[in-house]
């Protein structure tokens, strides 16, 4: 199975920071990521997929970076819409494996 | 607009049954692959099974292999997931999701709780 990495596990930050997230997977997986927001009781949200393409409807400041085993979600200046946590999922082989999570928190 | 609305869930007793049932609709259900996800109380996220377009393909994670069913009908644009000798560690609330045509899990439903407990 391929493991999925996330860092940070948690972080504190306040409006208007940037902000980083790191996805590092087990083996490689080409581009096949993407990147979740999921708010408490309610379902995950797709933000980015293919690594780096913004979901439809979703802001500009998510981006995604990366390929083969190390990937990045970046916020580049952090809404107050935005407090929640994020997943990583690959989709390269199964079984399919998301990422632990990462909760971010305001500070 | 897509939607998707998981109904069956509850409370079973440990080594029973149960049958999730998936609604889909603003979308050709029949042209995508269909997934099941899962998140016990306080936890992430886990891929439980998905299913192709026309159900001759089927995974599932190891830890319900054998135990759990996955399977569609396009006429009615639902897809199922049958659930046989329920553990306790399969407590968990379960989501249905739209694959894209990348195979990522592009829209998912609201969630249905199921609680296997004595």
């Known amino acids: 199975d391929i493991q999925m990495t996330q860092s940070p596990s948690s972080l504190s930050a306040s409006v208007g920071d940037r902000v980083a997230i790191t996805c590092r997977a087990s083996?490689?997986?080409?581009?096949?990521l993407a990147w979740y927001q999921q708010k408490p009781g309610k379902a995950p949200k797709r933000l980015i997929y293919?690594?780096?393409s913004l979901h439809s409807g979703v802001p500009s400041r998510f981006s995604g970076s990366g390929s083969g085993t190390e990937f990045t979600l970046t916020i580049s200046s952090l809404q107050s819409e935005d407090f929640a946590t994020y997943y990583c999922?690959?989709?390269?082989?199964?079984?399919?494996?998301f990422g632990q999570g990462t909760k971010v928190e305001i500070k | 607009e897509v939607h998707l609305v998981e109904s069956g869930g509850g409370l079973v007793q440990p080594g029973g049954s149960l049958r999730l049932s998936c609604a889909a609709s603003?979308?050709?259900?029949?042209?995508?692959?269909m997934t099941w996800v899962r998140q016990a109380p306080g936890k992430g996220l886990e891929w439980v099974a998905n299913i192709n377009q026309d159900g001759s393909e089927k995974y599932f994670v190891d830890s319900v292999e054998g135990r759990f069913t996955i399977s569609r009908d396009n006429a009615k644009n639902s897809l199922y997931l049958q659930m046989n000798s329920l553990r306790a560690e399969d407590t968990a609330v379960y989501y249905c999701?739209?694959?894209?045509?990348?195979?990522?899990?592009?829209?998912w439903g609201q969630g249905t709780l199921v609680t296997v407990s004595s």
């Open positions: 293919a690594a780096s």
């Open positions: 999701a739209k694959e894209s045509g990348l195979r990522n899990f592009e829209f």
């Open positions: 083996q490689g997986i080409r581009n096949d």
């Open positions: 603003g979308f050709t259900f029949s042209t995508s692959w």
């Open positions: 999922l690959q989709h390269n082989s199964y079984p399919r494996t």
